[in-house]
């Protein structure tokens, strides 16, 4: 399986650090994502390169043209047609859209070819939402200068999530979130810094205590930091005792 992410913007130059280190470059050598920038200026339709143009209406900023962007992702689809099967999924990064979440990132992970439209300036023409994105995408509650860093934040959400990309494909399985828990802590060496201590169980050797104490510690985790993720957490029976132990801890230290 593998995944080809076109990615339309005004500003291709943003793109080349971040995705071409790391996990992303190891991906693309692998031939298990590949990814082609397009500078929708190409696809503008006079010598300056325009676009962007004032808001019907009036009002402050200016807004993408649809002309550029419409051509551009269909000079994208039809480059891939041979390729690939199934029709391109258009997103547009953009603060209206759904919130990026684990889930979202697994179902896009599956596609064979997005398409992905960055916004800049005050907006984009509505009709390129209306007839030609199937999805809005944000990756939060605030607002940013364009849609350049929140696509690289989906293309490593989403492509580390290609088997075959993250080496050991349980640590992805087990990343927080997938099963609405935060990870538990982590440790490495030294035993001891500035007298601070690895905790004893670490040491023991004892797997299954091991595996009991990381369970807890991510439970507890996450009641503290966010237990609006508990909501959606399918709890065992061992999940249910240890959260127990865990409220019971807390009454009795007050912490
Ligand atoms: N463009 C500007 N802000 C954004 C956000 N939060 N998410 C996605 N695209 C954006």
């Known amino acids: 399986m593998s995944l080809h992410i076109d990615i339309l913007t005004l500003f291709p130059d943003m793109f080349s650090g971040p995705l071409s280190e790391s996990i992303l470059k190891r991906a693309q050598e692998k031939e298990l994502l590949s990814l082609k920038i397009t500078d929708v200026r190409d696809f503008s339709h006079d010598k300056h390169r325009t676009a962007d143009d004032y808001p019907f209406g009036g009002g402050a900023g200016m807004l993408m043209k649809p002309e550029p962007i419409f051509e551009a992702v269909e000079h994208v689809s039809d480059s891939r047609k041979e390729k690939t099967k199934d029709h391109p999924h258009v997103v547009m ?97 030294p035993r001891e810094y500035r007298g601070l201590e690895v905790p004893a169980v670490l040491l023991s050797g004892d797997h299954e205590r091991i595996r009991r104490w990381r369970r807890k510690e991510a439970i507890r985790r996450t009641y503290l930091k966010r237990p609006d993720l508990l909501k959606r957490h399918e709890f065992s029976k061992e999940d249910k005792d240890l959260l127990e132990e865990i409220k019971k801890e807390i009454d009795d230290k007050g912490i």
């Open 93 to 189: 990064m953009c603060p209206q859209g759904k919130v990026l979440d684990q889930k979202a990132a697994q179902k896009l992970s599956k596609k064979e070819h997005l398409i992905l439209i960055c916004g800049r300036y005050e907006g984009i023409d509505e009709r390129v939402r209306l007839h030609l994105v199937d999805e809005e995408v944000s990756i939060g509650d605030y607002v940013l200068s364009g849609g350049e860093l929140p696509a690289m934040v989906l293309i490593d959400a989403v492509a580390r999530l290609i088997p075959g990309v993250v080496g050991a494909y349980e640590s992805v399985e087990a990343d927080s979130f997938t099963e609405s828990l935060l990870d538990y802590p982590q440790y490495t060496r």
